[in-house]
Structures are given as C-alpha cells and as structure tokens.
C-alpha cells in the first residue's frame, strides 16, 4: 500500500485558481498511474482526472474538461491538480490515488484525508 497525502485546498471565490497536491510514499511511485477523485458534500466520490506512470497520457472527466490539469513529478514522488476557473459546483475534499489505468481509472489503494476546497459564488 502506498500511503497519500493531499494538500493545497483552500477557500477561493469562484473564477480563481488552486494547485493540489498528492505526495506519495514508496520507490515505485514512478510505475503508478495516479487519479484524483472528489465527494461534495452528500455525493459520492467521483472521478475528477487520472494520468499516466510518465506523464505522457491524461484523462478527464467532462465536468472539468479545459478547466483542470492534472501533472506529475517522480523525481519528487508527486501528482498535482491544477483547478483554474472554479466554480461553486468544484466545492468537495479532493483526494489522489493509484488508479489501475488511465482510462480505467479505479482506485487500488486505501484513501488518505483529502483536502478540502471551497469555491463562494
């Protein structure tokens, strides 16, 4: 199991911007691909982006399609979430995790405490 920690969120009005971040313990960090999921309050957690072991493929949901981008460093054992043009619908706790593929992305490990963003009209 690979153990994940989220950081970033944060309260921003809607229109702005925030960067996640996912940092990842183990030495294999560099052979995962990695997604990130949200849960709005009284939803359930939903697929936001996933990426590659390298980087060189992403996907996304359409809700967020244009607007956020997902990114990653192995040197750093990191994968971000660039959220641009917010809106009060983005409001949720965010969590990262290993997915089993880009295209597939179901998670495969147990989830850390997400960080909370918060997006006022």
């Not at 009005?13 to 709005?40: E, I, N, P, V």
């Not at 040197?75 to 295209?103: F, G, I």
């Amino acid at each position: 199991q690979v153990q994940l920690v989220e950081s970033g969120g944060g309260l921003v009005q809607a229109g702005g911007s925030l960067r996640l971040s996912c940092a990842a313990s183990g030495r294999t960090f560099s052979t995962y691909h990695m997604g990130w999921f949200r849960q709005a309050p009284g939803k359930e957690r939903e697929f936001v982006a996933s990426i590659n072991w390298s980087g060189g493929s992403t996907y996304y949901a359409d809700s967020v399609k244009g607007r956020f981008t997902i990114s990653r460093d192995n040197a750093k054992n990191k994968v971000y979430l660039h959220l641009n043009s917010l809106k009060p619908e983005d409001t949720a706790v965010y969590y990262c995790n290993r997915v089993a593929s880009v295209y597939n992305p179901n998670a495969l490990n147990a989830w850390g405490q997400g960080t909370l963003v918060t997006v006022s009209s």
